[in-house]
C-alpha cells in the first residue's frame, strides 16, 4: 500500500492512524484523517520534518561512494529543516516566488500554451495521437521557474532527468543496481548546481549574500528544481487526464458555469502529485489515541486527507466549488507549507483554461502509468486521439 496509495480504493475501510512496515521491515505510521494530519503539520516541535529527504531504501556502501565522488551533500535547507535557518532561507525563496512575480508570468505562460494547443489540435485533426505529458505538461513548469529564478544553463532534458532520478532515488523502493544508477545521474547533477551555486546570479546570489554558506545554495537550487517543477508538470498531466473522464465539467467551463479555480482546487483534492509527506516525532506522544514512541516515522497521506468525509460532501465526486473542496492539504500546511502554491495554481489555471477544449470529442489511447513511489506519483503519458466517426467519445 505505501508505495502506490493512490490505488488503493477510498472506499475500503482504513484505520485513522495505522502502523504499516515498508519494504525493507522500517514501520510508518500512516495517518489518514483530515484533522489528524493538520495536527501534525501544525506542531513543527512535536512533529519535526526533518525525514523528509531521507532515502526510503536505505543507500548502499556503493551509491553513497558514488554520491561521495560527486561531492553530494543535501543539508536541510528548506522541506526537510527544522533549524533556526529555515524562516530566513524560506523567506528569500518566497519573495522569488511573490504573487507579484507569478502574476507577471501569466501573459507569457497563456501565449505559449495557446500555440502548444494550436498545434495539437492540428494533430488531433488530422488524426493523430497526442501525448498531453511529453507535448504540453512535461516542461511548462520548468520554463516558468527559470524565467522566476536563474538557473543553471542546462537544457530543459537533463534537469527533467536529473528531477525524475532524484524524486526516484529517494521515495522509491529500489534494488542495489538502480540505486547506483540513479545515484550516479543525481550525483552528476549536483556537481552542476554546486558550480552555478558559487557563481550564478539571482536567488542564488541573494542566498550568498545573506550568508548562507555554497552546500545551503545548493540545497535550496537543488529542492526547487525538483519540487517547483516535477510536482506541478505531475499535476497538469493528473489533471487533464481526471478533466477527459469528466465530460460535465468541461461543459461548464465552456459555459462559464464552473469556474477555471474551482477545477483546479477539485483537483488538488482528488489528484495531487504529492500523496504522501513525512514527519518524525520528537518525544513520545498520543495521535489519534495512538501511542506514538520518539522517532517514529509519519507517512501523513496528504491524497486521502482530502477525501475525509468530515471535511468534504462527496468526498470522491469531482464537483469544482463544493462544500470543503479547498480544504485539501495537497501543500502540507503550518510552517513549511508549499511556498510555490500560488505558481503552481497559476500555472494549472493557465492550462486548464487554454487545454481543456482539447479533450472535447477524444478517446484516451494511453492513460498516465505511475511507478511505486512512496510520495510522487510521476505519471509517464497521456496520450489521447481524435475518437473515430461519431467524436462523440469524451464529449
Ligand atoms: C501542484 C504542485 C505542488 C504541490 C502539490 C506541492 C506540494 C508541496 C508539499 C506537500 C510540501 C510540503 C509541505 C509541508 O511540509 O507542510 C511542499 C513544500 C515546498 N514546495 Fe511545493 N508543491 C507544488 C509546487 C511547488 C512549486 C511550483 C514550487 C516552487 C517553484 C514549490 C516549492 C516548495 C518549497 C520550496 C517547499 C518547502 C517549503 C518549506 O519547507 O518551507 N512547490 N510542496
Redesign the pocket.
Known sequence: MLFRSWASAVESPWPDVASVADHVGVPHLVVTRHALVREV?ADPVTYR?DN?LDAVTPMPVTALRVLAGHRFRLPPT??N?SGAS?PQI?AI?ADA?HPTRVAAQRPWLTALVRDRVARLTATLDAGEPVDLYADLAADL?LLV?ARLVELPDAPVGAVKEFARAALELFWAPLDADRQLALAAEVGRFHGVLRDFAATGGGLAAELRAAGHPPDVVVGALF??LV???E??SQ?LTLLLHRLAGEPAVRAGLRTGEVAVADVVEEG?RLE???VT?RRVATADGLLGGQPVPAGTSLVLW?ARAGRDPAVVESPDEFRPGQRGSRRHL????????????V??RME?AVVVAEAAPLLDGVTVVRPPWCPDNLTFRMPDAFVIRRAPETGLTGS
Do not use: K
Open positions: 503539520l520534518p523528509a528548506l522541506a529543516n529555515h524560506r525563496v516566488l513548469p521557474l529542492f526547487l519540487a517547483g517543477q510536482t506541478t499535476f488538488l495531487p502529485p504529492i509527506w496528504l495537497a501543500f502540507g500546511a503550518g510552517a513549511h507549507r508549499c511556498v510555490g502554491d505558481l503552481a494549472a
